[in-house]
Structure formats: C-alpha cells, structure tokens
C-alpha cells in the first residue's frame, strides 16, 4: 500500500521553536510558499551574538519562494526581520497584516533599522570587520508597498486554497490570532497560529486592547507558551494590589523623598499601559503636582498613532489621558539630557523596558547610584541585561553602564500582576478547549513548555480528550 503523501508542511524556523524570541514559521501546501511572522531574535547576550543568530535565521528563508507573509502583531520578535527579506530585491511577497497596522508597522521598523545600524558601527570598530545591517531606513519604504490590510474577524479568501480570519488575541494594540485555513484534495485543515496571548486579568485596564477572543476548533494549534511554566496566583486582585504599590511607591520617593521613581517600559503598548495606571491613580487628585515624563522618541510617535487609529470611546478615553497636565513628552536628546540633569522630584517612563538600550539607560545611569530614587520593573528582564542585573541587586554591590563602575544604591521594585502575556492558569484552560487534534507549544523556553504540557496533558486526561500536546524544537516539522 502507497504511503499517505503529506501535502501540508509547516516548520518553525525562528528561535520561538526552542526559546521565546524570533517567531517564524514556514508553511508550504501544493506550490504555495508563505511565512506567519518574521521575528527578530533579541534574547542573546551580547550584540554579537544577536547578530549571528538573526543572520542564521536569514539564511534558512529563501525569500523569492514566498508568495505571502502574515503579521499577527507587531513586537520586535515576531516582525523585526521582515524587511530584511526584502532589501536584497528579491522578496516580493504579499504582507497581509491586521487593519490599522501600517503605521504601527513603519515606526517600528525605522527604529529596528536605526538599532541594527548602531549596533553594526559598533561591532565593526570594535572586530575591526565589517558589520552590515540587514536593512535600512531607505528599505522600509519598500516593503510598506508591499502590505495589505485586512479587517479583524472577517473571512478573507486569498486563492481557492487560502483563506484566513485575525482573532483578537488581548495581547497587545492591533494584535491576533490567525486562523489559517488550507484546502488540499477538497479537504480543509484549519491551523491556529496564536502569536502571542493576553493576559485577562488585566484586559479591563487596557482599553485600547481589543479584548482576546477563544477560538474552539481548530485540526492544529501552533501555540505560544511564554509564561507557561510559571504556575502563580496571578489574579485581577493582585492587580489591583500591584496598582496600590505603584500609588505607594509615587507617594514614597517622589512626594516624601523628594526623589525620582523610573519605570523601564516597552514603546509598544507597556508605555501606554502605565501611563493610564498612573493616570487613573492620579487623575483626580488636585495635590498631586508631580511631572510624569514620557522620554522614549519612539513611544511618543507610536501615541499619537494610537490616537488616530482609535474609535469610539476608546479614542476619547486615550485623547483624555493625553491632555493630562501631569504628563510631559519628550523626543529630542537635548531635552532627554536636560530632564536627567534636574535631580527634581518626577516620575519617569521610558524605554527599553530591559534597560539593554534606549533612553531608560540614561536615567538608569542617574538614578542607581542614588538611594532616594526607585526603579520599578513591571516585565520580563533577560539574563545579562542591565534590568536583570539591578533586579538581582543584591547580589550585585555595584553596576556598570556606559563603562563607569556604579555603587547600586537605589531602590528597586517589582510588579509581577501587569505581564502582556496569558498566564498559565490561562493557557491550560484555554488549550485545552479548543477542539484539535495536536498542540505544537512554541514561544517559551524548555522548561515552560515541559510545565505546560504536562499540565495540558493531565487536564485533557481529565476531559476524556485525544488532543495531542507536542513540545517544538528547532528539528521539528509539522505534516498534515
């Protein structure tokens, strides 16, 4: 008997096979060709390393072949090397990307491209070797030419073979699911790419979130597992809790120490997040006189897309927060410098949120050497960043940044409620749910996805379920 010919492959390329960054996935049926994300790798522990890592993952895209790549949302990892698909000329694939997304799109992209550019100069003076990016500014025109945007919870039919629908996934601004849906020899598999999943506890607070959606069936689930090992008590209590610290700690450095309390964020979406946090603290508190500054060029640009992209009452709701006296934005370096050097009494939200780059360095330099001051980390840090460093501030006497050897005195602080991603609690409901076949967990280190399957496993035992529950490596391919 012939063996039964796969006519459906789907190979995750990216880093988020085995780890948490770099998301790609490569999917092939009949003589179509196309990618779901095209992520940068980012979780490495020094600019050289990042580099090969992403030049590796280049090189296992051919991207000529491709006649279609989907954005699910809009974070680094799951989009920062799209365009370097394209500066060499030979991409001239399709980009289809949720509506609403091109202008999101294009500032996040200019900034990876100035990054990438800082970070090759770098390289290349200190090997002595050049170091060239894998795109410029003048490539990112380019590839907006080639996105189209389509509405979320709408079928779309692509070719008689391809049709897809965006599911609101919580996590972020703009960000989905993708139902992919596939037809070979007049069958149709269904395949769910989750990209990454909010965290429901606290989807009330972030309103400009489009609210995440189940989706309850699909023949595969390629599902993301971030936080899937870390099995906490992470409830909208804790929240409500975390928010009260957050109150406390204002009061205490800047109010009674007459000090500065900085808040390392993400431009995309934790900068926002914060800022109606503080807000919604603060708002009707006539008292309540200190500066809250927004010093991330990058963060102010993507708010005023919020802003125009918006509807409804969650436009008005944003445009009020924006008006806020208490709220001051800054994008130009002088000012930046300026607002550092004034020791005085402010609140201050600023990226990177890992304090690997950006302007939040700056104020890092100022403010761990003094123990008035508080830094107050609401996210993930990756080991080797300077954010894990000072989280772990009591093993470390001393920091360096920028080269100069600093005595750690500042205070440090923790909110653990106010993660982006679902949960584990979360996602073992949620997966377990959904009526499928086979779970390919991706997006989380080892140990995570070991946790949640296990979790899974006993939970669809529990159910009377056949789902298969697979933990994906960097060999794996998946047939249909």
């Known amino acids: 008997m012939a063996k039964h010919k796969h006519n459906i492959k789907i190979t995750p390329l990216g880093y988020a096979a085995q780890s948490v960054t770099g998301s790609c996935n490569l999917i092939e049926f009949d003589d179509t060709k196309f990618l779901v994300e095209c992520g940068g790798i980012q979780e490495c522990h020094t600019p050289l390393a990042n580099y090969r890592a992403n030049k590796e993952q280049l090189s296992k895209i051919k991207p000529q072949e491709l006649q279609y790549i989907f954005i699910c949302h809009n974070h680094y990892d799951h989009i920062g090397l799209v365009p ?47 170091f060239i990016p894998f795109y410029t500014d003048a490539d990112i025109g380019t590839v907006l030419s080639y996105i189209q945007e389509y509405p979320v919870l709408e079928m779309i039919h692509v070719t008689d073979a391809l049709s897809f629908q965006y599911v609101p996934s919580g996590h972020i601004f703009l960000s989905c699911q993708l139902e992919l849906y596939l037809k070979n020899n007049n069958h149709t598999s269904k395949v769910l790419v989750t990209s990454d999943l909010g965290n429901t506890n606290i989807e009330d607070m972030k309103f400009f979130v489009d609210k995440f959606q189940p989706v309850s069936k699909a023949t595969i689930v390629i599902g993301e597992s971030t936080y899937g090992g870390k099995i906490t008590k992470n409830r909208k209590k804790d929240f409500l809790k975390d928010m009260e610290k957050i109150k406390s700690i204002i009061l205490q450095y800047c109010v009674d120490n007459r000090g500065r309390v900085l808040f390392p964020t993400f431009s995309l979406d934790r900068t926002p997040f914060m800022m109606w946090i503080i807000y919604s603290l603060f708002k009707n508190d006539p008292e309540f006189q200190i500066p809250i500054i927004i010093d991330s060029p990058l963060a102010v640009r993507l708010l005023h897309h919020y802003s125009s992209i918006l509807s409804d009452e969650s ?133 995570s996805r070991i946790q949640l399957k296990s979790a899974l496993d006993a939970e669809l035992r529990r159910m009377c379920k056949t789902t298969k529950v697979k933990i994906v490596n960097k060999s794996t391919v998946i047939t249909l």
């Open 84 to 130: 370097a698909l394209y500066a060499n000329g030979k991409c001239n694939a399709k980009i289809i990307v949720p509506a609403g997304s091109v202008s999101i799109l294009k500032e996040m992209w200019l900034d990876s491209a100035k990054i990438m550019e800082r970070d090759c100069d770098y390289l290349s003076r200190k090997f002595h070797k050049e």
């Open 315 to 447: 436009k008005l709701m944003f445009d009020e927060m924006m008006k806020w006296k208490n709220f001051s934005f800054i994008s130009e370096y002088e000012d930046s410098a300026a607002a550092i050097a004034d020791g005085a009494p402010k609140v201050i939200v600023s990226a990177g949120g890992m304090l690997q780059s950006g302007r939040s360095v700056q104020w890092a330099q100022s403010i761990v050497p003094r123990s008035s001051d508080c830094i107050v980390f609401s996210g993930y840090c990756g080991e080797g960043t300077l954010g894990y460093k000072i989280k772990h501030s009591k093993e470390q006497k001393t920091v360096t940044i920028y080269n100069k050897i600093l005595k750690n005195r500042c205070q440090m602080a923790e909110i653990t409620s106010m993660s982006s991603h679902m949960q584990h609690a979360e996602l073992v409901n949620y997966y377990s749910n959904i009526h499928a076949d086979a779970i390919y967990l991706v997006h989380g280190d080892l140990e």
